[in-house]
């Protein structure tokens, strides 16, 4: 086991019908769809680290 978490649901269609990929490491096949798709960690947001929410796009609250 890889001890990574799976996805729970497809990104383009919603379903749960996923299955691991032969592709590799992160890829995942929707059966619903009929799609292809792979995950990836990119990295840690840089508020993460200060805990603060980032300003809301009209420059007011959140």
Same mark, same amino acid.
């Given at each position: $086991?890889? +001890? #990574? /978490? /799976? @996805? %729970?649901?497809?990104?383009? !269609?919603?379903?749960?019908?996923? $299955? @691991?990929? &032969? &592709? +590799?490491? +992160?890829?995942? &096949? !929707? #059966?619903?769809?009929? #799609?292809? %798709?792979?995950?990836?960690?990119?990295?840690?947001?840089?508020?993460?680290?200060?805990?603060?929410? @980032?300003? /809301? @796009?009209?420059? +007011? &609250?959140?």
């Amino acid at each position: $086991m890889s +001890g #990574r /978490a /799976a @996805p %729970f649901y497809c990104p383009y !269609c919603g379903d749960e019908d996923l $299955m @691991p990929s &032969e &592709e +590799g490491h +992160g890829a995942w &096949e !929707c #059966r619903s769809c009929s #799609r292809a %798709f792979r995950l990836s960690f990119l990295g840690l947001l840089s508020q993460g680290l200060t805990g603060a929410s @980032p300003a /809301a @796009p009209d420059g +007011g &609250e959140s």
